[in-house]
Nanobody, 121 residues
Framework: QAQLVESGGGLAQAGGSLRLSCAVP????????IGWFRRPPGKEREFVGL???????AMYGDSVKGRFTISRDNTGTVYLQMNSLTPEDTAVYYC???????????????WGQGTQVTVSS
C-alpha cells in the first residue's frame, strides 16, 4: 500500500530552522494536494499549509504564515521549510493527501506516520 513518509523532524532552538520532507509516491498520488498538519502536545490538530500537484497554489495557516514555506521537487517530494521557530511550533507534524485544496483534516484520505519537532527556548 502506497504511503506518505515524513522525515526531518528533530530538535531545534528558538529562532532556528528545520526542513521536513514528505515522500509522495507519484503514481498513487498524481493530482493530489499535499497538506501539512501538526498536533501540539495536548492540543487539537492544526492546519499548517498545503500545495497542489504542480507545486503551486500554496496556502498557509495563520500561525505559520511568513515563517513556513511549502515546496515540492520533480520527484514529488514535498518539503516544509520552517524558519524562525518558536517553542509553540513544538508538535508532531504530518503530511497528508487530498483530492481537494482544503484546510479541513477530514478532507484528507491518506496520512503519514508523523515526525516530532521540538523547539527549545
Amino acid at each position: 500500500q502506497a504511503q506518505l513518509v515524513e522525515s526531518g523532524g528533530g530538535l531545534a532552538q528558538a529562532g532556528g530552522s528545520l526542513r521536513l520532507s514528505c515522500a509522495v509516491p507519484t503514481r498513487t498520488f498524481r493530482g493530489y494536494f499535499i497538506g501539512w498538519f501538526r498536533r501540539p502536545p495536548g492540543k487539537e490538530r492544526e492546519f499548517v499549509g498545503l500545495i497542489n500537484w504542480g507545486g503551486g497554489g500554496a496556502m498557509y495557516g495563520d500561525s505559520v504564515k511568513g515563517r513556513f514555506t511549502i515546496s515540492r521537487d520533480n520527484t514529488g517530494t514535498v518539503y516544509l521549510q520552517m524558519n524562525s521557530l518558536t517553542p509553540e511550533d513544538t508538535a508532531v507534524y504530518y503530511c497528508a493527501a487530498s483530492r481537494s485544496a482544503t484546510r479541513n483534516a477530514g478532507g484528507y484520505e491518506y496520512w503519514g506516520q508523523g515526525t516530532q519537532v521540538t523547539v527549545s527556548s
